[in-house]
DNA sequence: CCTACTTTGTGCATCGGTTCACAAAGGGAT
DNA sequence: ATCCCTTTGTGAACCGATGCACAAAGTAGG
């Protein structure tokens, strides 16, 4: 149930949510430059959205502005901040060591927001031993023990295709419950458990679809039936 | 003529576009396994979506199916294999051969799907010159000249965001139209361009997000679902 | 205190996308 | 040919997200 006068409504919507982080970095971009307050309509713009939905946005985390004046920097990244939850910090672990999850685990820009990568796996003996980034790289069968040990509560997923699935169900099986997955797969798991998906070749093909009709443009009909 | 014979609206939505590759690839599987033909049920299934969106995505494309029957795997991969313009062949070019664009570059997942790297740029004197995926890396000043030459049509730009607004000025004034950006930053460009981002760190502070929640214990709205 | 100006926060109309549910269309059996 | 069974294609209701436009709320200056 759900009681009427919630002040901070926690339904946010999954649509805002995904914004946040992009208001986030143009924040943090803006307190570096010194700048100590902002109107929607600049932060708008170096978040390259629209500034009524921003400030609609902004509104589901409270009323964080100054009418006339509009929003506090350092406050307002805080706010941001803690509604995503990255006051925290969070153990990651990557799975597969290929060339993807060495990109990931030297990627500059989990660290600075909060995530930190405990733990690298794969299941290439001539891999495991490794370091990278400043890590051990474990083996897939310490999987279990170390994402316990460690406490990691979101997992990486940068294994081949027809390993995905199988790794997915034994970290699901430890209590996971967020998971970010590379490989071009369709992952089941319980809904109690989130995932989200980049797919590489996906954003290509959209970008053709697009291409194509560009330079298909006015000359459509041709291959018309 | 018009009127009905309007039978392939042009007007795919655009949520039904991203669509279109995760069916594409569930399709391929089956294919390899010698499936024939498929329900929109089963297919729905396979791609993890809904099956009346399934049935209605593939309406904007036409009347494919066999009341009764289903789809015929082979003639559905081609028809929106050809829709997505996955019947040609796509040059893509990468910018920035860090961790990231050397991942890219030997990423199976392009080549399998009509995309072709057909050249990687870096401005660092140490990785010019070096083979990388079969492929000689490129100095950026030779950006415009390579582009031209090779017909390159999609770029994805994998380097610092310091540099990528850069780039990506230099690449739209050869007129490339269609660009991939891994860098976390939000780029500026005339709406003749399409850009498609990819930001590793939103999608952590989005399950972050959600993770929170479900840790966060007795506050949380209680989400019975 | 009052007036002029700025900018937030939001009600409302709208739009695109999702889902339901069913008529229409085809196959197969008799 | 007729009946029954399966599955598509789609009308229509629904739902969430977007963007306009403005009242409310604040600042600044006299």
């Not at 949510?17 to 430059?33: D, N």
């Not at 409270?62 to 506090?72: D, K, N």
């Not at 290439?124 to 474990?138: H, Q, Y």
């Not at 199988?166 to 089941?188: H, K, Q, Y």
């Amino acid at each position: 149930m759900k009681s009427p006068s919630q002040s901070r409504d926690r339904g946010i919507p999954e649509a805002t949510v995904a914004r946040l982080p992009l208001y986030l970095r143009a924040l943090h971009g803006m307190a570096e430059r010194g700048v100590a307050t902002v109107s929607s309509e600049d932060l708008a713009v170096a978040a390259g959205v629209n500034s009524a939905k921003l400030r609609k946005d902004l509104s589901h985390l409270g009323s964080y502005g100054t009418r006339g004046v509009g929003y506090e920097v350092e406050y307002l990244v805080y706010q941001i901040s803690r509604e995503l939850g990255l006051t925290q910090d969070w153990a990651v672990a990557i799975v597969g060591v290929g060339n993807l999850g060495r990109a990931l685990a030297n990627y500059g820009g989990f660290v600075s927001r909060g995530f930190r990568v405990a733990a690298l796996f794969d299941a290439d003996p001539e891999v495991v031993g490794d370091t990278i980034a400043g890590l051990n790289v474990e083996h897939i069968d310490e999987l279990e023990a170390v994402i316990k040990r460690r406490g990691v509560s979101i997992v990486v997923l940068a294994t081949p295709a027809a390993a995905a699935q199988e790794v997915c169900d034994r970290v699901v099986a430890v209590g996971v419950t967020s998971i970010l997955n590379f490989a071009p797969v369709v992952l089941t798991v319980p809904d109690t458990v989130d995932v989200r998906k980049v797919d590489l070749s996906i954003e290509l093909q959209i970008l053709a679809f697009h291409e194509q009709r560009k330079a298909g443009g006015p000359l459509m009909a041709v291959d018309g039936q």
